[in-house]
């Protein structure tokens, strides 16, 4: 069974752009969550999508949103990007929503806002 | 406070020996508790959780719950080189997890 994808794999933006990431699950995964991570803060919630709708949201500015396609491929948007919100994106599936007896992440996406 | 507490390390530990690695979190609401292995340059996965107060044991690996306490904590036993990457502590809180900055592990050969 193929694992979490997420691409790109490496993005390099310029303050003010905005991105779009995308995370497609593991076959029969329904839930996706997004993290960031940076070596400051440590791995933090954005987001978890279930079914197409946003379940749990962490404590995140407005720019950052996401969604949720049918076949629970998800996408994560970051607008009016900053210089701060370099890091690296990671997505993870689950089967079921707010699992994580069994969820798997993505190798990740490395932004950085120069 | 932060939520969850970690030592950042790095934990140096001989070859062979127990590694221990100790976690606080701060909300008596937490549910679950994970800890998740990250080698350098790649994702977490998860190696073991808990949910119970004690011990739960998974080859070389323990993990300990003390809900009185608000701790919990990994033990690796037999430590080998491989062994060696970050180990996240995270718990469930809310439908929502909540990662420690993770303890830097270096397994001496």
């Not at chain 1, 969550?33 to 279930?50: D, M, N, R, V």
């Not at chain 2, 590694?19 to 292995?37: E, H, I, K, V």
């Not at chain 2, 073991?48 to 004690?54: D, E, K, L």
């Amino acid at each position: 069974k193929a694992g979490v994808t997420q691409t790109p794999r490496y993005l390099i933006k310029t303050r003010g752009q905005q991105v779009t990431l995308s995370c497609s699950p593991i076959s029969g995964h329904r839930s996706v969550s997004w993290y960031q991570q940076t070596p400051g803060q440590g791995l933090q919630f954005l987001f978890e999508y279930f079914s197409e709708t946003q379940r749990n949201k962490g404590n995140f500015p407005g720019r950052f949103s996401g969604r949720q396609f049918s076949n629970s491929r998800s996408e994560m948007n970051v607008s009016t990007l900053e210089l701060g919100d370099s890091a690296l994106y990671l997505c993870a599936s689950s089967p079921k929503w707010g699992d994580a007896y069994e969820q798997y992440f993505g190798p990740g996406t490395r932004l950085t806002v120069t | 406070q932060k939520e969850v507490e970690q030592n950042s390390g790095p934990l140096s530990v001989p070859e062979g020996a127990i590694a221990s690695l100790n976690c606080t979190y701060s909300d008596r609401g937490s549910q679950s508790f994970f800890w998740y292995r990250q080698y350098s340059g790649k994702s977490p996965e998860l190696i073991m959780f808990i949910y119970s107060n004690g011990d739960k044991e998974d080859g070389r690996f323990t993990a300990q719950l003390n809900k009185a306490s608000q701790y919990v904590s990994l033990l690796i036993r037999d430590s080998q080189p491989s062994d060696s990457a970050t180990y996240l502590c995270a718990v469930r809180r809310d439908d929502k997890i909540i990662f420690g900055k993770g303890t830097r592990l270096h397994i001496l050969p």
